[in-house]
């Protein structure tokens, strides 16, 4: 696998050169916390972890939500997320193209399945259905109708392998955001 780069600019770079704010993002990654149960889960004070919490948001890694509420959270931003978490962009990126992908591939499943009904019998069969009915004409018609037969068309197999190979990858990328949610 490719060693992922984050580029950090230098706010950034600042605010996660100190272990107490690494520590404070990968806390918030858990879920989003008030500045006094961040205070008591780092054994610091709040003045001490408000500052540092500064430094985070002066970055662009955590933001404050104040919802009209006593209580005021803090929660990582995206930034922050994906410093944290960098496989997570990839997982939706993967999401979004196997699900449009697969759409496409419907859409041409059903444009090829869907035939006109002079085409599936071929040209003759009309020709032997307004003709007067004798011996050759009716031979004819019943080759026809055998071609029609063999010329339907067959199973898309390329287009079932695709949809059930971006249907397991819609999945498994579903299934992995599910499974970091709880």
């Known amino acids: 696998m490719e060693d992922e780069k984050i580029t950090l600019d230098r706010e950034s770079f600042k605010a996660l050169a100190s272990d107490t704010r690494v520590s404070i993002l990968k ?6 916390k008030m500045l006094t149960e961040l205070s ?23 933001v404050q939500i104040d919802d009209g509420h006593k209580w005021k959270y803090y929660e990582l931003t995206r930034k922050g997320e994906s410093i944290l978490n960098p496989v997570d962009t990839r997982i939706w990126i993967i999401l979004s193209v196997s699900i449009l ?19 599936m019998l071929g040209a003759r069969s009309f020709d032997a259905l307004n003709a007067p009915a004798s011996a050759p ?33 819609a999945a498994a990328c579903v299934f992995h955001i599910m499974r970091k949610r709880t």
């Open 101 to 119: 992908a697969m759409i496409v591939a419907v859409g041409d499943l059903i444009r090829t399945s869907i035939q006109p009904y002079p085409q």
């Open 40 to 62: 008591k889960q780092l054994g610091m004070s709040p003045s001490t972890v408000k500052e540092h919490m500064d430094n985070l948001s002066k970055a662009g890694l955590v």
């Open 137 to 169: 004409v009716l031979e004819s018609a019943q080759k026809t109708a055998e071609t029609a037969v063999w010329s339907a068309p067959a199973v898309p197999w390329m287009h079932v392998a695709a949809l059930a190979i971006l249907g397991a990858a």
């Open 27 to 32: 806390s918030l990654d858990e879920r989003r």
